[in-house]
């Protein structure tokens, strides 16, 4: 990915890619390497489930894929149980993913990228509000991921995690 000179540096993260094993856990780390989010797999359900806890522990976003839909589909809710965004996988392109998070408040982020290359963008109508690339970091199976300043982190975070769940099922 590349960023215009002119554009604002935003807050870069690191994130495991396929951490949607059943039963595993997974850290987010900041752009120091300090873990910040606990990305907890949650084994024995019939769907995918995934919590984002914050470092100090508690439930941040849970992450849970529904079944029965024709497009594959994830929801993140807030641990009151409302929905903060739901991500579907749009039409599939032969080099192109793309999807769409409908946030709770009506608007849609689109996410699109790169199948080979591993790169995406996350926008806000023309507006790209994160990066998620493979380029930045040198460890295997690992996304870096910049997000611009004025957004919030942990739900583009969680996004990021629906993302790597939905294009590694490719």
Known sequence: ??????????????????????????WILDGDGDRIFKVNGKALRIRRTLVIEPRGGGELYKIQERKLHIK?????????????????????????????????????????????????????????????SKKWIRVRDTYGIEIMPGQDQALILAIAVCLDSMVGDD
Request: proline letters at 3%.
């Open 72 to 132: 594959d589909t994830m929801v993140i809710e807030t641990p009151g149980g409302a929905t903060a965004a739901t991500v579907k996988k749009k039409l599939i392109s032969p080099i192109r993913h793309r999807l769409v998070a409908e946030l709770a408040d009506g608007s849609e982020l689109e996410v699109t990228g790169n199948i080979l290359d591993h790169e995406y963008e996350i926008k806000a109508g023309k507006q790209v509000v994160a990066e998620v």
């Open 1 to 26: 990915m590349f960023r215009r000179k002119d554009a604002p540096a935003g807050a870069r993260f690191q994130l495991k890619e396929k951490i949607f094993s059943i039963g595993d856990d997974s």
